[in-house]
């Protein structure tokens, strides 16, 4: 049976403000979705994607990246514009799309005119992503924080601005079959990026907030289906609850053998529970998760040997 790997992620608190580069007007807006019947503000799981591939590039791990940022012209540089997912691990990991129009000059087009041809039709070259990642929804509702600037301009002239602020956590989930990659051990630095995440959001960051788990939620399981994703509550003094994974445990949804808590989250009451019923439970994010890589890769080994 095939393994697959699922994860919740919450991040640390703090102040998140203009993600994405945009505005309205002069207020520099961060991007909002309904949640449970109040308005929260989110971060783009393309923001995400865009952070791990930036972490592949330069964290020193070894990874060969075929799409790399370059800080000096704010602007991507292809490596090999036919892509490899053999040798590039965004290319395995994230996936990729080309589409080309079709290639017709004029003179096959007017000859082609009146005679029934159909035109010539474009290609794609494309490889879907095995890593899927959420939308990172806030914890808390947003109750409209704005702070308000000013900055010189040319001739003395003043330019006033605004800026959205959200304290803050964010949630999010990933979703990966290792089996679908060209290599399977890759799934080890996917794990890796997502535990040091910093900056989200990439060139348009303009805030530094840390979005690297405070508290994590791993499943490694033959289940299709993750059955944990959002699993974090946030009470208003702050408090963190996982009631609905503590539920789906109890009920026999989720094998508590499959479950890796580490974090914050470890020390709740929620967590000593999942702890009593046989998840793998422990303050530490870094401890804990090296625990589960090791264990990734021995089955990965054996099945490749077998």
């Not at 580069?21 to 865009?50: D, P």
């Not at 060969?64 to 940022?69: A, H, L």
């Not at 009920?251 to 479950?259: A, F, H, K, R």
Request: with cysteine.
């Amino acid at each position: 049976m095939t393994f697959h790997l699922f994860g919740n992620i919450l991040t640390n608190y703090g102040t998140a403000a203009n993600n994405r580069g945009e505005s309205e007007g002069n207020i520099t807006t961060l991007q909002k979705i309904l949640w449970k019947n109040e308005v929260h503000t989110t971060v783009s799981a393309e923001a995400i994607r865009w952070a791990l591939r930036y972490y592949w590039q330069t964290s020193g791990s070894g990874c060969k990246v075929n799409r790399r940022w370059n800080d000096e012209t704010n602007d991507n540089e292809w490596e090999e514009p036919n892509f490899d997912p053999d040798l590039y691990i965004d290319d395995d990991v994230l996936g990729f799309m080309r589409a080309e129009g079709a290639k017709v000059d004029a003179s096959d087009e007017s000859s082609s005119k009146g005679k029934g041809k159909k035109p010539a039709k474009g290609t794609t070259t494309a490889r879907r992503g095995v890593l899927e990642v959420t939308r990172a929804i806030s914890t808390r509702p947003y109750s409209g924080d704005i702070t308000f600037n000013a900055r010189s301009g040319q001739k003395g002239s003043t330019s006033l601005y605004g800026t959205e602020v959200h304290a803050t956590r964010y949630q999010y989930g990933f979703a990966m079959t290792p089996a679908r990659l060209q290599r399977q051990e890759r799934v080890v630095e996917v794990v890796r990026g997502l535990v040091s995440l910093g900056e989200v959001a990439g060139n348009h960051s303009r805030f530094l907030y840390d979005f690297s788990p405070d508290s994590i939620v791993l499943r490694w399981t033959h289940d299709f289906s993750p059955r944990l994703l959002y699993c974090f509550e946030e009470n208003s003094e702050g408090e963190i609850s996982m009631p609905d994974l503590v539920r789906r445990v109890q009920v026999g949804d989720i094998d508590p053998q499959e479950l890796w808590l580490a974090g914050a989250a470890a020390e709740t009451e929620d967590g000593e529970k999942l702890a009593e019923l046989g998840a793998h439970v422990s303050p530490g994010i870094k401890s804990t998760v090296d625990d589960l890589i090791a264990i990734i890769q021995s089955q990965i080994s054996s099945r490749e040997a077998a």
